[in-house]
Structure formats: C-alpha cells, structure tokens
C-alpha cells in the first residue's frame, strides 16, 4: 500500500488536527469512500452533512448516508472509510460525485477526474487531489427512523421518500494533510 501514499501530505495528530467543521461539512464538502483500494473495488460519493469529534474516548467522525447510495454497500462490506476534503479548485469533482451514482457508471471517479490511491492504516481509498484525508474505522451503524425525531417538521421536510439516512461513526485512525490543517 505505501507506494502509493501521497508523501505532500503531513501526518497530523488529533491534537493539532484544526479544521473549520461547518465550512469544511457545509461549503466545501467531502467525498466519502469506501471499499478496498488493492482489490480495486470502492466508490465514493460527497457528503455534506456530518461530524467530526470526539467519542468513546477517541477522535471520531460520523456520516449520514441514505439507502440508495451505492456506497452504502461498501460502506456495509468493507471495515473503513475515508472523508477526503478538497481546495476550490476541486468543487466540480465533488459536484460530479454527488449527481451521478457509480451504479452503473463503474468509471465514475474517473469521470470526475478523481484519482484513487492508496491509505495508510485502512483499505479504503484516499485522493490524490485531496488536501486532507480522514482515515476511519468503523464502530457504529444506525439508521434513523421516523418514530425517533423530537422535530417532527424534519421528517416531511429532509424525508419526504422516507428515505431514512444510515449513520455511521468511525473512528479516526489516521489523519494526513496539507500544512493549512495545522495548528499553528
Ligand atoms: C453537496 C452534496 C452533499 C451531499 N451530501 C450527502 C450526504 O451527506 N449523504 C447522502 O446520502 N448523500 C449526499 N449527497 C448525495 C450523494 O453524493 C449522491 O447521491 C451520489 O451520487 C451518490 O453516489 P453513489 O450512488 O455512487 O454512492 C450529497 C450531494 C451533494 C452534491
């Protein structure tokens, strides 16, 4: 798996991990991947919604992804995740990755002009592109149903299909980027 590894990036540790959560989530996105790198199976797929924090004791992300996403099938195959965040100049790739599905478009990464490469603790693929990669673990799998919400409104407005989002937390096994995710 080393060869591949892109060696700009810097290894970070949790605690001179900084990151703006709500403009890195909110504005700029991440493209979430899973599956195993070697064995040439994954996919990937923006996000915009989730976490990062601390949980269980250790550094922790969690992501929402609904059921008819196709990487939720790696997600449920494969042990790992990565969150891969990216500069501006990127922001077409990411769009591109959440309109089309890789069900049925198997060059889809491709397409975005993503280049795949290898992680360092986990199967799952990172980006060459990237400017920070999230390497995970996964520890936790739920879903949300519509019985559970105390804001009711949310339901009819984010679930109109019913369409509950999967959760996934994992733990953050390694985190790797470019000096700006620095602490100074
Ligand atoms: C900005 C943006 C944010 C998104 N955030 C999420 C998300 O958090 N969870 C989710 O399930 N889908 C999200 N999507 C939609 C998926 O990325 C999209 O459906 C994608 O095509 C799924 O690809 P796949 O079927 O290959 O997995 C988002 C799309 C965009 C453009």
């Given at each position: 798996?080393?060869?591949?590894?892109k060696?700009?990036?810097?290894?970070i540790?949790?605690?001179?991990?900084?990151?703006?959560?709500?403009?890195?989530?909110?504005d700029n996105?991440?493209?979430?991947a899973?599956?195993?790198?070697?064995?040439?199976?994954?996919n990937?797929?923006?996000v915009g919604?989730g976490f990062?924090?601390?949980?269980?004791?250790a550094?922790a992300?969690?992501?929402?992804v609904?059921?008819?996403?196709?990487?939720l099938e790696?997600?449920?195959?494969?042990s790992?995740f990565?969150?891969s965040a990216?500069?501006?100049?990127?922001?077409?790739?990411l769009a591109?990755?959440?309109?089309h599905?890789g069900?049925?478009?198997?060059d889809?990464l491709?397409?975005a002009?993503?280049?795949p490469?290898?992680?360092k603790?986990?199967?799952?693929?990172a980006f060459?592109?990237?400017e920070?990669?999230?390497?995970c673990r996964?520890?936790?799998r739920?879903?949300f149903?519509g019985k559970?919400?105390?804001?009711?409104?949310?339901?009819?407005?984010?679930?109109p299909?019913r369409?509950?989002?999967?959760?996934?937390l994992?733990?953050?096994?390694?985190?790797?980027?470019v000096?700006?995710?620095?602490?100074?």
């Amino acid at each position: 798996m080393e060869q591949d590894v892109k060696t700009e990036w810097m290894e970070i540790s949790p605690e001179e991990f900084r990151c703006d959560a709500f403009q890195v989530w909110g504005d700029n996105w991440l493209a979430l991947a899973a599956g195993d790198f070697e064995e040439k199976r994954f996919n990937a797929m923006t996000v915009g919604w989730g976490f990062f924090g601390t949980m269980w004791a250790a550094p922790a992300v969690m992501v929402v992804v609904r059921p008819q996403r196709y990487t939720l099938e790696f997600l449920d195959e494969y042990s790992s995740f990565t969150l891969s965040a990216f500069a501006p100049e990127h922001r077409e790739k990411l769009a591109f990755i959440g309109k089309h599905s890789g069900r049925g478009m198997p060059d889809k990464l491709a397409q975005a002009g993503l280049t795949p490469c290898a992680a360092k603790q986990v199967a799952a693929p990172a980006f060459r592109e990237a400017e920070l990669v999230l390497e995970c673990r996964k520890t936790y799998r739920g879903q949300f149903t519509g019985k559970e919400f105390l804001e009711k409104s949310l339901v009819s407005r984010m679930y109109p299909e019913r369409d509950f989002h999967v959760f996934l937390l994992g733990e953050v096994v390694r985190i790797a980027g470019v000096s700006k995710y620095v602490k100074p």
